[in-house]
Protein backbone atom coordinates (compact mmCIF):
# COMPACT_ATOMS: atom_id res chain seq x y z
CA UNK A 1 0.00 0.00 0.00
CA UNK A 2 1.36 3.55 -0.79
CA UNK A 3 0.07 6.87 0.63
CA UNK A 4 0.07 10.19 -1.91
CA UNK A 5 -0.13 13.02 0.39
CA UNK A 6 -1.00 16.60 -0.23
CA UNK A 7 1.46 19.11 1.52
CA UNK A 8 0.61 22.11 -0.37
CA UNK A 9 0.16 25.66 0.67
CA UNK A 10 -3.47 25.60 0.51
CA UNK A 11 -3.97 23.05 3.66
CA UNK A 12 -3.03 25.14 6.42
CA UNK A 13 -3.74 28.48 5.07
CA UNK A 14 -7.23 27.15 5.38
CA UNK A 15 -6.66 25.70 8.82
CA UNK A 16 -3.22 25.64 10.81
CA UNK A 17 -4.37 22.16 12.42
CA UNK A 18 -5.09 20.67 8.65
CA UNK A 19 -1.74 18.65 8.25
CA UNK A 20 -1.76 16.96 11.43
CA UNK A 21 -5.21 16.16 10.52
CA UNK A 22 -4.74 14.84 7.38
CA UNK A 23 -1.12 12.68 9.17
CA UNK A 24 -3.73 11.59 11.84
CA UNK A 25 -5.83 10.07 9.15
CA UNK A 26 -3.38 8.51 7.32
CA UNK A 27 -2.28 7.06 10.84
CA UNK A 28 -6.07 6.00 11.94
CA UNK A 29 -6.10 4.03 8.17
CA UNK A 30 -3.09 2.46 8.85
CA UNK A 31 -4.21 1.37 12.49
CA UNK A 32 -6.97 -0.87 10.83
CA UNK A 33 -4.16 -3.31 8.92
CA UNK A 34 -1.44 -5.80 9.87
CA UNK A 35 1.89 -4.25 9.39
CA UNK A 36 4.65 -7.08 8.42
CA UNK A 37 6.76 -8.62 6.12
CA UNK A 38 4.44 -10.96 5.58
CA UNK A 39 1.56 -8.90 5.85
CA UNK A 40 1.07 -5.26 4.67
CA UNK A 41 3.93 -3.32 3.82
CA UNK A 42 3.38 0.75 3.49
CA UNK A 43 4.81 3.47 1.55
CA UNK A 44 4.66 7.30 1.71
CA UNK A 45 5.23 9.99 -1.18
CA UNK A 46 4.83 13.41 -0.13
CA UNK A 47 4.22 16.15 -2.69
CA UNK A 48 4.33 19.59 -2.88
CA UNK A 49 6.29 22.10 -5.61
CA UNK A 50 8.13 18.76 -5.94
CA UNK A 51 7.12 14.84 -4.92
CA UNK A 52 9.27 12.76 -2.47
CA UNK A 53 8.98 9.07 -1.83
CA UNK A 54 9.79 9.42 2.19
CA UNK A 55 10.05 5.91 2.43
CA UNK A 56 9.42 2.56 0.51
CA UNK A 57 7.68 -0.59 0.92
CA UNK A 58 9.91 -2.27 3.04
CA UNK A 59 11.10 0.50 5.47
CA UNK A 60 8.84 -0.27 8.34
CA UNK A 61 8.04 -3.78 9.29
CA UNK A 62 5.80 -3.27 12.19
CA UNK A 63 3.04 -0.67 12.99
CA UNK A 64 4.81 1.34 15.98
CA UNK A 65 7.67 2.93 13.69
CA UNK A 66 5.28 3.25 10.95
CA UNK A 67 3.00 5.37 13.16
CA UNK A 68 5.80 7.11 14.41
CA UNK A 69 7.10 7.75 10.73
CA UNK A 70 3.88 8.73 9.59
CA UNK A 71 2.79 11.03 12.27
CA UNK A 72 6.19 12.93 11.94
CA UNK A 73 6.02 13.39 8.07
CA UNK A 74 7.17 17.34 7.14
CA UNK A 75 5.27 20.05 5.91
CA UNK A 76 5.78 21.32 2.98
CA UNK A 77 3.53 24.34 2.04
CA UNK A 78 4.21 24.90 -1.92
CA UNK A 79 2.77 24.34 -4.94
CA UNK A 80 0.38 20.98 -6.17
CA UNK A 81 3.18 18.29 -8.04
CA UNK A 82 0.80 15.34 -7.92
CA UNK A 83 2.04 14.72 -11.54
CA UNK A 84 5.35 13.83 -9.93
CA UNK A 85 4.01 11.41 -7.05
CA UNK A 86 2.52 9.95 -9.57
CA UNK A 87 5.43 8.99 -11.56
CA UNK A 88 7.55 8.43 -8.42
CA UNK A 89 4.18 5.70 -7.42
CA UNK A 90 5.14 3.77 -10.89
CA UNK A 91 9.08 4.01 -11.43
CA UNK A 92 10.17 3.71 -7.72
CA UNK A 93 7.38 2.44 -4.98
CA UNK A 94 6.47 -0.29 -6.70
CA UNK A 95 9.48 -0.83 -8.76
CA UNK A 96 10.73 -4.49 -9.37
CA UNK A 97 12.73 -5.36 -6.35
CA UNK A 98 11.84 -2.44 -4.55
CA UNK A 99 9.22 -4.53 -1.55
CA UNK A 100 6.57 -5.32 -3.95
CA UNK A 101 5.52 -9.48 -4.20
CA UNK A 102 3.63 -12.14 -6.16
CA UNK A 103 0.34 -11.95 -5.47
CA UNK A 104 0.05 -8.63 -3.59
CA UNK A 105 -2.15 -6.05 -4.46
CA UNK A 106 -0.89 -2.42 -5.06
CA UNK A 107 -3.14 0.19 -3.98
CA UNK A 108 -2.35 4.14 -3.44
CA UNK A 109 -4.26 6.16 -1.72
CA UNK A 110 -4.14 10.39 -3.02
CA UNK A 111 -5.09 12.89 -0.50
CA UNK A 112 -5.56 15.95 -2.05
CA UNK A 113 -7.11 19.50 -1.27
CA UNK A 114 -7.13 21.23 -4.98
CA UNK A 115 -5.97 20.80 -8.18
CA UNK A 116 -2.71 19.47 -9.25
CA UNK A 117 -0.68 22.60 -10.79
CA UNK A 118 2.96 21.16 -11.86
CA UNK A 119 4.31 21.92 -14.06
CA UNK A 120 0.96 23.86 -15.20
CA UNK A 121 -2.32 23.83 -13.96
CA UNK A 122 -4.26 21.24 -15.88
CA UNK A 123 -1.27 19.64 -17.31
CA UNK A 124 -2.06 16.26 -19.19
CA UNK A 125 1.17 14.85 -17.60
CA UNK A 126 -1.02 13.77 -14.73
CA UNK A 127 -3.68 11.99 -15.90
CA UNK A 128 -1.31 10.30 -18.68
CA UNK A 129 1.08 8.79 -14.99
CA UNK A 130 -2.03 7.84 -13.73
CA UNK A 131 -2.87 6.05 -16.59
CA UNK A 132 0.51 4.37 -16.33
CA UNK A 133 -0.16 3.67 -13.23
CA UNK A 134 -3.52 1.72 -13.62
CA UNK A 135 -1.97 -0.37 -16.74
CA UNK A 136 0.91 -1.77 -14.12
CA UNK A 137 -1.80 -2.76 -11.61
CA UNK A 138 -1.64 -0.22 -9.07
CA UNK A 139 -5.37 0.38 -7.90
CA UNK A 140 -5.62 4.49 -7.33
CA UNK A 141 -8.42 5.47 -4.95
CA UNK A 142 -8.37 9.01 -4.29
CA UNK A 143 -10.24 11.72 -1.12
CA UNK A 144 -11.12 15.02 -1.98
CA UNK A 145 -11.04 17.60 0.67
CA UNK A 146 -13.34 20.85 -0.26
CA UNK A 147 -14.47 21.77 -2.99
CA UNK A 148 -11.53 23.06 -4.88
CA UNK A 149 -10.70 19.94 -6.33
CA UNK A 150 -11.19 19.16 -9.48
CA UNK A 151 -13.68 16.13 -9.30
CA UNK A 152 -13.81 15.72 -13.00
CA UNK A 153 -9.92 15.36 -12.98
CA UNK A 154 -9.95 12.65 -10.00
CA UNK A 155 -12.58 10.84 -11.47
CA UNK A 156 -10.20 10.50 -14.33
CA UNK A 157 -7.11 9.49 -12.24
CA UNK A 158 -8.89 6.81 -9.42
CA UNK A 159 -8.89 3.30 -11.04
CA UNK A 160 -13.15 3.23 -10.74
CA UNK A 161 -15.95 5.80 -9.62
CA UNK A 162 -16.38 3.86 -6.31
CA UNK A 163 -12.47 4.47 -5.81
CA UNK A 164 -13.32 8.49 -5.30
CA UNK A 165 -14.19 9.58 -1.90
CA UNK A 166 -15.41 13.82 -1.44
CA UNK A 167 -15.13 15.25 2.34
CA UNK A 168 -16.34 18.81 2.34
CA UNK A 169 -13.19 19.46 5.31
CA UNK A 170 -10.29 17.86 7.05
CA UNK A 171 -12.48 17.28 10.12
CA UNK A 172 -14.53 15.33 7.79
CA UNK A 173 -11.94 12.31 6.85
CA UNK A 174 -12.85 10.48 9.88
CA UNK A 175 -15.93 9.79 7.83
CA UNK A 176 -13.92 7.48 4.94
CA UNK A 177 -11.73 5.32 7.47
CA UNK A 178 -14.41 2.92 7.12
CA UNK A 179 -14.70 2.79 3.45
CA UNK A 180 -10.96 1.79 3.16
CA UNK A 181 -10.88 -0.84 6.06
CA UNK A 182 -9.03 -4.07 4.34
CA UNK A 183 -12.04 -6.16 2.77
CA UNK A 184 -12.50 -2.78 1.36
CA UNK A 185 -8.33 -2.99 0.25
CA UNK A 186 -7.14 -6.15 -0.19
CA UNK A 187 -8.44 -7.15 -3.20
CA UNK A 188 -7.74 -6.58 -6.99
CA UNK A 189 -8.30 -3.88 -8.71
CA UNK A 190 -12.23 -3.29 -9.35
CA UNK A 191 -13.57 -4.04 -13.00
CA UNK A 192 -14.35 -0.63 -14.66
CA UNK A 193 -17.85 0.16 -14.46
CA UNK A 194 -20.28 -1.52 -17.30
CA UNK A 195 -22.16 1.79 -18.46
CA UNK A 196 -19.88 4.62 -17.55
CA UNK A 197 -21.53 8.36 -16.61
CA UNK A 198 -21.86 10.39 -19.82
CA UNK A 199 -19.61 13.13 -20.07
CA UNK A 200 -19.09 14.79 -23.00
CA UNK A 201 -14.62 14.93 -23.96
CA UNK A 202 -14.06 12.91 -20.48
CA UNK A 203 -12.00 10.12 -20.63
CA UNK A 204 -12.69 6.85 -18.42
CA UNK A 205 -10.12 4.65 -17.00
Not at 65 to 86: E, F, H, K, P, W
Request: contains cysteine; glycine residues 6%.
Amino acid sequence: MNFIVDSSGSLNDKDPQNWDIALQFVANVIRQFTIGPNNVQVAFVLFSHVATVEWGLTQYQDSVSLLNAILSVRYVGSTTNLNDALYLTRTQVFAPGRGTRPNAVKVTIILTDGEDNVPVEGTPLTVANATLCKREGIRLIAIGVSDEVDLARLLQIVSSRTDYHAVDDFDALTSVITQLQPQQICFPNPLPPTTPPPGPGTQHY
